[in-house]
């Protein structure tokens, strides 16, 4: 067995269908409250200029990383990023395959812009006037905890606190009905190497083989967990909700998951 990484979680933010905070998310989980309408995700990391140009994935990402950053205290200008997508941005993917195979001529500019898999952490940078080394992770189905397993390695390895933010979006036309990604979702956690001012604990342990993922029994976090590959993070913030000890497992990659502990921090 390999040793294990430990982080402690300083930041968390999330967006779903019906929860547009980890707060609203964790009353959810907790059954203290039901599931509401879909809201736009509220990215007001984002001047408001670049908000009424992004394209969704650029502001799912944002929304859930400012809420991570903002419960963290930190500046988002110091702070390095890694942000994880399995697919990009479907629907600009979608728009740029079709264009090409019939009138590559008009091909839009913006929309080749934002089509670039980094869009996301590129707007935050610049948004947040942030210095520190962004990633942009992409690991298919696994691209969540291959995220998790990048931040957390930088946090250690690094000695400093990591932003991590993972999204995903539906897909439309032919590209979705092969990715059978059918809803957006997005998470984030500011991961830190030291317990300091947090009150979760991450002990992340690299195993070989695949679990596979188990449903829960509640019918509104599985459809959410089962919308996007960005939404394997259900059931991990489903337990930090629950704020109490636990052990699941994450895919990082195929015949690669993440054993993780999850405890409070001392």
């Not at 929860?19 to 907790?30: D, G, L, M, Y």
């Not at 188990?214 to 913030?237: I, Q, R, Y």
Request: overall charge negative.
């Amino acid at each position: 067995m390999s040793e294990a990484l430990t982080v402690w979680v300083k930041g968390i933010g999330l967006w779903a269908p019906g929860t547009p905070t980890w707060h609203a998310f964790r009353e959810v989980a907790t059954a203290e409250a039901t599931p509401g309408e879909a809201e736009r995700p509220l990215a007001d990391v984002l001047p408001a200029n670049e908000r009424r140009r992004a394209p969704e994935s650029v502001l799912l990402a944002a929304a859930a990383a400012g809420q991570a950053v903002a419960m963290s205290g930190h500046s988002a200008a110091t702070l390095p990023c890694v942000f994880a997508s399995a697919h990009g941005d479907q629907v600009i993917t979608d728009y740029m395959c079709a264009t090409l195979a019939t009138a590559p001529a008009e091909l839009s500019p913006t929309k080749f812009h934002n089509s670039v898999h980094n869009a996301p952490a590129g707007y935050w940078t610049i948004a947040t006037h942030c210095h520190a080394a962004s990633s942009a992770v992409s690991g298919g189905e696994e691209s969540f905890g291959a995220g998790l397993l990048e931040a957390a390695s930088q946090a250690i390895a690094d000695d400093r606190d990591v932003l991590l933010a993972s999204y995903d979006i539906a897909g439309t036309g032919p590209l979705g009905s092969m990715t059978s990604t059918t809803g957006p979702f997005a998470s984030a956690l500011v991961l830190s190497p030291r317990p300091d001012g947090a009150a979760i604990r991450l002990d992340i342990t690299p195993e070989p083989g695949n679990s596979g993922r188990e449903p829960s029994g509640d019918a509104w976090m599985d459809g959410v967990a089962a919308s996007n590959p960005s939404a394997a993070a259900v059931p991990l913030f489903r337990a930090i909700a629950a704020a109490r000890p636990a052990a699941l497992r994450v895919a990082a990659a195929r015949g690669l998951d993440l054993h993780i502990d999850l405890g409070a921090a001392p």
